[in-house]
C-alpha cells in the first residue's frame, strides 16, 4: 500500500472520530427531551422563583403583600399556563412561631388588577375546561403576582410560595412545581390607635407668634420676595424712623403727606439698593417690658466676589400681636 493511501485513510479515520465525538457532545448537551420538548430540569434550572413584601413589620389588620417573581435567568423561552382564578398555580404557606401551619385561618386576597372578570376577552381552557391564561417568558424577563394576606394574627411568622403552573402536557402537569428559593419572616405587632392622647392642660384660642418667630418670618418674606407678608409683620409708621433718608420729612409732614411718605417708603424698602440675603441666624432675644422685646440677628448679604455680614437690632411691641418697631444695623464682617 502506498504512503498516499495510508495518508488518507488516517485523514478520514480522524475524520469519523471527529464526526462521532461531535454527534455524542450534542446528545450529551441537549436540553430537550427525545420528543423535542424541555426537559423538568431545564424548566428547573432556568427559571427563579422568588417571594417578596414590602416590609417584615405591619400591624393587626393591615394588608401584607407578598409578590410571587418567576424570572427566566435562561437563554432561551419559556411557555406556561396559569390557572386564572390563581388559586391552583400559586400557593401560599403561612407558618407560625410553633412551624404549624394557618394559611386555612386567614384570607388570601387576589390583586385587584387581575380579576377574573377582566380576562374573559382572553378566554383560554385546558383539557379539563378550567380558566388559564398563557404566560411567555423570554430571556431575563420577569412575571409578577401579587397577593395580599388579611386577617394575620399578631405574632410571628415564615411564609414559604409554591408555583405549580399547569401545562397541556400530563407529565410536567404532575411534577413541573417550584419552592420559592427564599422565606418571608413577618412580625405583627398590636394595632396602634390613630388618635392621640392630649392631656388637660390650657391651650390659647390662638397661637401668637413670639418676637423671634415674627422677626424670622419677615426675613423669610424678604428672602422670597413676598411683600404683602413682608408689611404684615412691621408697624411702617414707626418702622420709617429707623431710615435717615426718610425720618426727617416724615416728623415734619404733615397727615396728607406722611400718607404719600409712607407709599413712597413701601416702594422704596420693595425696590432699595441693597443686596440679597444669603442665609441668617437668630442669636439672642430680650424681653425689655412684656410687650416690648429686642431680637439680634446675624445676616449674611452679598453677591458672587464678595459678601457682608450684618448685625440686625430688630425692636418689637405687643398690641394684638408682634411687630416690628425699629431696626438698628452695623457690619460686623466684611468678606471676598
Known amino acids: ?19 462521532v465525538f461531535f454527534v455524542f457532545s450534542l ?21 427563579v422563583f422568588q417571594i417578596q413584601t414590602e416590609r417584615n413589620l405591619y400591624q393587626a389588620n393591615e394588608l401584607i403583600p407578598v409578590s410571587f417573581q418567576i424570572q427566566n435567568q435562561g437563554f432561551l423561552s419559556f411557555r406556561f399556563y396559569v390557572n386564572q382564578k ?15 401551619e394557618i394559611q386555612e385561618q386567614v384570607e388570601v386576597l387576589n390583586h385587584p388588577d387581575f380579576e377574573i372578570t377582566s380576562l374573559q376577552k382572553n378566554l383560554v381552557e385546558n ?14 424577563e420577569i412575571f409578577t403576582k401579587t397577593f ?3 386577617n394575620l394574627p399578631v405574632g410571628e411568622y415564615r411564609i414559604v ?8 402536557d400530563e407529565n410536567y402537569k404532575s411534577q413541573l ?28 384660642k390662638e397661637a401668637i407668634p413670639s418676637p423671634d418667630e415674627v422677626v424670622y418670618l419677615f426675613l423669610m418674606a424678604e428672602y422670597y420676595k413676598n ?29 396728607k403727606t406722611k400718607q404719600n411718605l409712607l407709599n413712597e417708603f413701601k416702594n422704596f424698602l420693595k425696590n432699595q439698593p441693597i443686596d440679597p440675603i444669603i442665609r441668617f441666624q437668630i442669636k439672642e432675644v430680650h424681653y425689655l417690658q412684656p410687650h416690648v422685646a429686642k431680637v439680634f440677628v446675624e445676616v449674611l448679604r452679598g453677591k458672587p466676589g464678595y459678601k457682608v455680614e450684618y448685625l440686625y437690632e430688630y425692636e418689637l411691641k405687643r398690641k394684638e400681636y408682634w411687630k416690628i418697631h425699629h431696626v438698628i444695623v452695623a457690619v460686623q464682617k466684611i468678606m471676598k
Open 1 to 19: 500500500m502506498s504512503n498516499s493511501s495510508i495518508k488518507l485513510e488516517m485523514r478520514i479515520g480522524v475524520f469519523l472520530f471527529l464526526m
Open 86 to 100: 390563581f388559586t391552583e398555580s400559586f400557593y401560599i404557606e403561612i407558618l407560625d412561631a410553633n412551624g404549624k
Open 127 to 140: 383539557l379539563n375546561g378550567n380558566p388559564v391564561k398563557e404566560i411567555l417568558l423570554h430571556p431575563n
Open 227 to 255: 411683600w404683602d407678608n413682608y408689611f404684615k409683620y412691621i408697624e411702617l409708621q414707626d418702622f420709617i424712623l429707623s431710615y435717615e433718608l426718610f425720618e426727617r420729612d416724615y416728623r415734619r409732614a404733615d397727615i
Open 161 to 168: 410560595g409554591y408555583f405549580i403552573p399547569y401545562s397541556y
Open 148 to 150: 395580599y394576606i388579611k
Open 177 to 204: 412545581r417550584f419552592v420559592s428559593k427564599n422565606r418571608i419572616t413577618l412580625t405583627i405587632t398590636e394595632e396602634q390607635s390613630v388618635f392621640r392622647f392630649v392631656d388637660d392642660q390650657e391651650i390659647p
Open 27 to 47: 446528545f450529551g448537551r441537549s436540553t430537550r427531551n427525545v420528543h423535542g420538548k424541555y426537559t423538568i430540569d431545564d424548566i428547573q434550572k432556568h427559571l
